[in-house]
């Protein structure tokens, strides 16, 4: 039976660019979890020059206020990867009051549609900026979400790959290197960490 309680929306203000202030709703907090604003304003601070004109794929992305900051400041097209039907809904509204234009939603498994996304960087010739925030694996139903996670990185194309950020519990233990990619940088906040990827040249 589904739960008919209708709780106060739940909100979140793009920081800076271009949509300044638009207010971003947020789905179910039983389904995605937003990322703390601490957090967005550390990634964007590294890489804020870094996306002016780039393609950022925003894997897992709930209401795509990720995405859509990143879109605010400068990136040129946005893919973004939401399997739950409700936060769907919502990130199409959220989308709408940007660039849709600018914008692709991949909808269903990120596990299966990264190779969609692969294949629509290849056509494209396009590099991207990789955001990863899956569910904390303390769901019920996620306990392997990080090693399908894992996975997932080492099949993505260098040559594809600009960065990829990861957002993830601060216990968790990110390898070293994944597939052809090694750590570049690695920031605690509280219970959440960013882990920064990049090409391992050596």
């Known amino acids: 039976m589904k739960n008919s309680d209708k709780s106060k929306s739940l909100t979140k203000k ?7 202030n638009k207010v971003l709703k947020l ?13 967005l304003e550390s990634f964007f601070n590294t ?4 996306i002016i004109d780039a393609t950022f794929v925003e894997v897992f992305s709930g209401s795509g206020s990720i995405g859509l900051e990143a879109l605010s400041r400068g990136a040129n097209n946005i893919l973004f990867m939401e ?19 600018a914008c692709e939603v991949f909808s269903g498994d990120s596990f299966s549609n990264i190779n969609t996304v692969i294949s629509t960087l290849k056509r494209n010739k396009q590099s991207a900026y990789f955001y ?10 996620m306990e392997d ?3 399908k996670m894992i996975t997932m990185i080492a099949s993505i194309p260098p040559e594809l790959t600009e960065l990829i950020i ?4 601060t216990g968790l233990e990110i390898p070293e290197t994944i597939g052809a990619f090694k750590m570049k940088k690695f920031k605690k906040f509280g219970n959440t960490s960013l882990t920064y990827l ?5």
């Open 14 to 20: 793009i920081i800076s660019g271009k949509f300044k």
């Open 27 to 39: 789905p179910s907090k039983t389904t995605t979890r937003s990322s703390k604003s601490i957090v």
């Open 47 to 50: 890489i804020q020059f870094d």
């Open 83 to 101: 399997q739950d039907r409700d936060a769907i809904k919502v990130l199409k509204e959220n989308i709408s009051l940007t660039d849709p234009s």
């Open 132 to 141: 990863i925030d899956p569910p904390f694996s303390i769901r019920e139903g």
């Open 145 to 147: 979400i990080y090693d």
């Open 166 to 169: 990861i957002e993830h519990m």
């Open 198 to 202: 990049e090409e391992n040249m050596e």
